[in-house]
């Protein structure tokens, strides 16, 4: 009789090359740390659901339940209810870009939507142009279609466009495996910055010029602490393929994302999304419907910033009063992330248990690089969920493991036994 175990393991040899080879989420496998109530966690960027009024939640929910339930507990459209899509064409609209809501289709979060931009784009070897480093998980994304996912550098004010420029110039003109350039212009993950108007004028002219699709992911513009509005991308050009989702602004336990793109390219993503869920929740969507459209959600947002911020400010502080000289971080004028950077000899992955340890964690800096080699001697660090209190104590134990980090690393410096970065 054959066990259990071995069939099992029958089954494990089965698995696809690709999922045999896809690497785990860092954030994913951190949550359970996250929880411990002695740890203060600086990995996951999840947005405070608490500072959510909850009679607005309430007023939502009841009128999804009460006033549409045969509506909410029904299959729906796969590209999505169209009232929904109305309120999302409405966001997109205060934000400067005009789309129409029959072109736009709803994903569950736009983490979905990711992988329908991989499934619809990509055969193995298509090259994916993205910043370096990048939201991991559009990596998970892509890497089930098995890219060449080329990395562009970013400074202050977004990708470098010099950079992008060699880049293609590699790549050469009219190459059909060149698909798409994936960015986050709006307070990037994991970097923090933002891509200012000149480049992303450039980034626009490069792409007609180079023939490759822009998609514009945008899960934090609306979360701005510093500075005036900057137009997306989509506002310079309709062509532009733009990933919106409510996590950030409401609740991301409601799965509500959604892709606005021109209607030849929204065709064929609605046909991939067809073979993976059939449809998204009519239930959460009708509850985000009666969310944006009945409660003033708008003063929410500005409770969202205001909170924020002051979490913001309290890690930059931070960093600044403990951190060692040999660190430097970026500066973001919104969004949830700081990124960090050490002297080349440290790694933070295996500097990590150093941080449990002492009652703090972080994401190392070498899951945002489709290699996972890049980024060692760097981290993110989140400042949207703790208190002020609880991200001044996390910079505090963090900064003491890394100075006892470098203390043994400048003993060798001094010895000549290492050369200085």
């Known amino acids: 009789m054959t066990s259990a175990h071995l069939k099992f393991e029958r089954a494990t040899e089965k698995v696809s090359a690709c999922v045999a080879g896809m690497r785990p989420s860092a954030v994913r496998n951190l949550f359970a740390a996250a929880n411990r109530s002695d740890i203060i966690s600086l990995a996951g960027g999840m947005p405070d659901v608490s500072l959510l009024p909850q009679s607005a939640v309430r007023k939502a929910v009841k009128a999804a339940w009460s006033d549409e339930m045969s509506v909410a507990l029904q299959y729906g459209g796969t590209d999505g209810r169209i009232e929904t899509r109305r309120v999302f064409s409405d966001l997109m609209r205060d934000e400067g870009i005009r789309c129409k809501p029959e072109n736009i289709i709803i994903t569950s979060g736009a983490q979905q939507a990711l992988d329908l931009i991989g499934k619809t784009f990509l055969d193995p070897g298509d090259i994916v142009v993205t910043e370096g480093p990048t939201y991991l998980g559009a990596l998970q994304a892509f890497s089930a279609y098995e890219p060449d996912i080329r990395c562009i550098p970013f400074d202050e004010a977004g990708m470098r466009m010099d950079l992008l420029e060699a880049e293609l110039e ?75 989702t409510i996590s950030k602004v409401f609740a991301p336990g409601l799965r509500c994302g959604w892709v606005a793109a021109p209607s030849g390219v929204l065709s064929k993503i609605n046909l991939a999304k067809q073979g993976t869920d059939l449809c998204g929740s009519s239930f959460d969507q009708v509850v985000v419907e009666h969310y944006f459209r009945d409660t003033p959600w708008q003063k929410t947002l500005q409770k969202f910033v205001k909170t924020y911020r002051m979490r913001r400010d309290a ?42 340890a002492s009652g703090v964690i972080y994401t190392p800096g070498d ?55």
């Open 170 to 244: 590699r790549i050469g003109k009219g190459n059909p495996r060149l698909k798409f350039l994936y960015t986050i212009p709006n307070f990037q993950n994991p970097g923090g910055v933002t891509m200012v108007p000149e480049r992303r004028k450039r980034l626009i002219e490069l792409s007609e010029e180079y023939n490759f699709i822009v998609v514009e992911d945008d899960p934090y513009g609306r979360l701005r602490y510093d500075g005036g509005h900057v137009l997306p991308l989509k506002a310079l050009c309709d062509d532009v393929v733009y990933l919106g």
């Open 315 to 356: 890690m930059l502080r931070a960093l600044d009063e403990y951190f060692p000289p040999e660190a430097t971080w970026t500066r973001p004028e919104g969004g949830f992330f700081v990124w960090v950077t050490l002297p080349s000899y440290v790694d933070t992955s295996s500097m990590l248990a150093e941080a449990l």
């Open 367 to 421: 899951g945002f690089f489709p290699d996972g080699k890049r980024g060692r001697n760097s981290m993110r660090i989140a400042f949207c969920y703790e208190s002020p209190e609880n991200i001044d104590e996390a910079i505090k134990r963090l900064a003491a493991v890394i100075e006892e980090k470098l203390e043994l690393y400048r003993a060798f410096i001094e010895a000549g036994a290492l050369k200085e970065d």
